[in-house]
């Protein structure tokens, strides 16, 4: 568990193992998907902000029953066995009891990790700035403000006053040279969806989160997808925000 989790490329290449941390098909329960092998729970109760995806795998035999969890967003990962004549139940109890105390706390020690390592705060250059931060509100981090060459880039994008918040996501691309990271990340806005259906409706698609399926929508520029955000790491700590589309790179703001 701690080499899927950690990468390790002794036991899988990390794309096999990215194939094999996948659903294979879906049954009738919403929250519930199948993979290879595992057991996929879905959940909205572990966070306030997100959908947390458990890779689970339960063990039988007369008298013993075992779970083990993988929580990949997260990094983490439980086992538990439960001999004596203990029931399947049993093992499914304990892990309810284990998320409940440990997770809150996986999730503030996550934030706390995005802060110090200065992913958060104000980036400048000449006229053009971006203002990073978090929130229990939603996920990837909030842009507070967003001014290119002196334009302000988001109210712009909102003239028609449907959009609600603009995120940073991470791509999972990363690019390490030496001590150097680049960090791939998607600039993604939260719109209100709800469409005005005079031939009938019962909102299906007002339910979904359109922001993930239009990632790209705003097109290239200079080659680059507008969307498209660079965060430059030195050494484990944030130093740059970049737009390849802009040519813009803006340096971290550090507190006096």
């Not at 890779?55 to 929580?71: C, E, M, R, W």
């Not at 440990?102 to 706390?112: C, L, R």
């Not at 403000?145 to 999972?172: C, F, K, W």
Request: glycine share 8%; aromatic share 8%.
């Amino acid at each position: 568990m701690r080499a899927i989790l950690s990468s390790d490329p002794h036991l899988l290449p990390q794309a096999t193992i990215n194939a094999w941390l996948q659903p294979i098909t879906f049954g009738t329960d919403i929250d519930t998907a199948v993979g290879f092998p595992w057991e996929i729970v879905r959940s909205s109760r572990l966070s306030r902000v997100r959908i947390v995806d458990l890779y689970t795998k339960g063990g039988y035999l007369p008298g013993f029953t075992s779970l083990l969890g993988l929580i990949p967003s997260s990094d983490i990962g439980f086992t538990i066995f439960v001999g004596a004549g203990g029931l399947a139940s049993t093992a499914v109890i304990l892990a309810e009891a284990l998320l409940a105390r440990v997770f809150p706390a996986v999730e503030k020690a996550t934030m706390q990790e995005v802060v110090s390592a200065g992913y958060t705060g104000r980036f400048s250059s000449g006229n053009s700035t971006i203002e990073l931060a978090l929130d229990q509100l939603g996920n990837g981090l909030r842009i507070d403000e967003l001014v290119a060459r002196g334009i302000d880039i988001m109210q712009h994008l909102n003239e028609t006053g449907i959009i609600r918040s603009m995120r940073l996501y991470p791509s999972e691309i990363v690019h390490v040279d030496g001590d150097t990271e680049k960090e791939d990340w998607r600039l993604v806005y939260d719109y209100d969806n709800t469409v005005h259906a005079p031939l009938g409706s019962v909102d299906v698609f007002s339910t979904i989160c359109i922001s993930w399926v239009l990632t790209g929508l705003m097109g290239a520029y200079n080659g680059q997808q507008i969307d498209r955000v660079v965060i430059r790491k030195n050494k484990g700590q944030v130093v740059s925000v970049e737009s390849p589309a802009l040519d813009l790179v803006l340096h971290h703001e550090k507190a006096n």
